[in-house]
């Protein structure tokens, strides 16, 4: 295999917007196929790449012989199923997060990615952007000293009743949509796995659209705010015994603002490093691409996204109820 050729299961607006032209510009692979029923969704991918075969099932693509690898930005509740069925057709898989609606769902992929030989991985772009393997390196170097407590947010509003995110029946709501992220995040960036959490949630028609949660990590505290009825905002912030990490942009980069690490130690001056030219979702691509053609180990396995959907679970599970 010279490359790896891709196919879309179904036209979504995020995949149309993002996710396919990284498909077809990152290194080692195209934009091969698109399984949808619209041809008006169907034009908006041909302009990203013109030789386009569309299929008309989902199943159809997962039977054409020409594609290696298959992403897959359907409604949360049908990944896990449609994921373990790209694996059966003998077709790497890429899974827009969350992979799963609970942690232990995650074991059936890993049993089933490894019965196959195949790579399966859940599209957790942040930790291919430059900014946060360079936050994860200077927190591991001790340059703002141990950790004491790191915090996190990500907001925006979106009220619309017609948006998926906003339908408890297809695993929509602010946590599973966006909370993976300042989990997530904290997770990669230290290395550490959060013990007890305690959290509250405000809940629309069934579905989470603010929470709060605040956790113990071996070594260090965690609050976070993640919502969906707020004005924008993100930022990660690692406070240690010397000195400040902050992270000004850290999910949208070039989206919400330039990708930028801040970092204070004592009175000194901050010292800012730029991360403008990445693009994190080429960079996603680009690994998994890699992984396929060469075997190298994908930066992001199941077992960490795993990690991030226990600590959701936790959320969700001793949360108490906002008014």
Known sequence: MSHVSWGVLGAAQFARNFMAPALHLAPGGKLAALATRSADKADGFRAIAPDLTVHDSYDALLADPAIDAVYIPLPNT????????????????????????QAEEIDQLIAARDDSGLLAAEAYMIVHHPQWQFARDQIKAGAIGDLVHVSGMFCFDNPDPDNIRNKANTGGGALRDIGCY???GARFATGKEPGEIRSA????????????????????????????????????????????????????AQVFGEAKVEVQRG????????FGGARQYELQVAAFNASVLTGAAYPCPLEFSKGTQAAIDQVFANARTLD
């Open 78 to 101: 049908m990944h896990v199923d449609w994921t373990l069925k790209t694996l059966a057709a003998g077709k790497h898989v890429l899974t827009e997060k969350p992979i799963s609606m």
């Open 182 to 184: 300042v989990m997530g």
């Open 201 to 252: 949630i405000r809940w629309e028609n069934g579905y989470d659209v603010f929470s709060q949660i605040d956790a113990q990590f071996p070594g260090f505290t965690y609050h976070a705010v993640v919502s969906t009825r707020l004005s924008p905002a993100q930022e990660m912030v690692f406070y240690g015994r010397s000195g400040t990490l902050r992270l000004t942009t850290p999910f949208n």
């Open 267 to 274: 009175g000194a001056e901050t010292q800012v490093h730029r």
